[in-house]
């Protein structure tokens, strides 16, 4: 059993800034990409940014220069510092990794519970 636990969300002003994590446990090999993603009433679900093993990231166009993405490889978690923060990045936000399960060896894409983030005045 593999799961993704997020934390770190919560109510912040505008202008204010969160650090979001998201650790992974279970039987796990190894881990590949992760991500964050977010969703907010009424909308799709979004690709926030992402992260390869190595460390490369990438990020959505609204949150480039804001926000950053980082992993501890050890710790088999992820982290999303969100920095500038404005209303319109209220939303659910979700991380999402690719598991390689250590006794199967099958690769599953899991997704957390989400952590719902409110940036209001």
């Known amino acids: 059993q593999v799961q993704l636990v997020e934390s770190g969300g919560g109510l912040v002003q505008p202008g204010g800034s969160l650090r979001l994590s998201c650790a992974a446990s279970?039987?796990?090999?190894?881990?590949?990409?992760m991500g964050w993603y977010r969703q907010a009433p009424g909308k799709q679900r979004d690709l926030v940014a992402s992260?390869?093993?190595?460390?490369?990231?990438d990020y959505a166009d609204s949150v480039k220069g804001r926000f950053t993405i980082s992993r501890d490889n050890a710790k088999n978690t992820v982290y999303l510092q969100m920095n500038s923060l404005k209303p319109e990045d209220t939303a659910v936000y979700y991380c999402?990794?690719?598991?390689?399960?250590?006794?199967?060896?099958?690769?599953?894409?899991?997704w957390g519970q989400g952590t719902l983030v409110t940036v209001s005045s």
């Open positions: 992260i390869t093993r190595g460390g490369n990231p």
């Open positions: 279970g039987s796990i090999l190894s881990i590949y990409d």
């Open positions: 999402k990794a690719k598991i390689v399960e250590l006794v199967t060896l099958r690769t599953l894409e899991v």
